[in-house]
């Protein structure tokens, strides 16, 4: 697993709300988008398993995380609706994108109440270039919500699910977002056509 600091091009805007993969007025997309995805999209977007051991294995040792941005600041809404959080409660945000070789796939960020990463996942924050799933689906008594799948309107990067985490009694919100042309990507990854990949 390779691990880099290199710039991206473009670069997203740094701690933006461009570069956060869930449109604000995501409820209601998920039972209309689920019955219109691919087998392939379904299979992505709905899979439970660790995404970035499943990138890794598109062609062992070329997968590596680029972390576009790390800081502390206030949840939104969305993210204090869904984990419980009370009004102007403090985050730790990170957000990444996920490659494979020189293809970028997946754009994700987590979000942790501050409070937990001064206590039991305070690890988290030496995580560095590592991914994310490296360090939770290794833990024991993680538990995680049921994956909900939605439409964002971040161009080329419209199909997008969150789940959140629970280890020691502490929410961890991962969003992920997905490029549009995976498809293809996986095809060029693979080596094989297109439409094959699709089926």
């Not at 933006?16 to 449109?23: C, D, I, K, N, V």
């Not at 690890?123 to 538990?143: C, D, E, I, K, V």
């Amino acid at each position: 697993m390779k691990t880099t600091s290199a710039p991206l091009a473009p670069s997203p805007e740094k701690g933006g709300q461009h570069f956060h993969p869930l449109a604000p007025l995501w409820s209601g997309q998920r039972r209309r988008l689920l019955p219109q995805l691919s087998p392939l999209w379904r299979d992505w977007l709905l899979h439970p398993g660790s995404l970035s051991q499943r990138l890794d294995e598109l062609r062992p040792g070329a997968f590596w995380v680029h972390v576009v941005n790390e800081q502390c600041g206030h949840a939104n809404a969305f993210e204090r609706q869904v984990m419980a959080l009370p009004n102007g409660a403090t985050v730790w945000q990170r957000e990444v994108v996920l490659w494979v070789a020189e293809v970028p796939l997946v754009r994700a960020r987590t979000v942790v109440p501050l409070s937990a990463l001064q206590g039991p996942l305070r690890r988290l924050r030496a995580l560095g270039n590592r991914s994310l799933g490296s360090f939770l689906f290794r833990q024991p008594g993680m538990q995680r919500s049921p994956l909900q799948v939605c439409r964002s309107q971040l161009s080329g990067w419209q199909h997008c699910r969150y789940s959140i985490f629970t280890l020691q009694h502490c929410p961890i919100l991962v969003s992920e977002a997905f490029c549009d042309d995976l498809p293809q990507r996986l095809a060029q990854l693979s080596g094989c056509d297109v439409h094959h990949a699709e089926a």
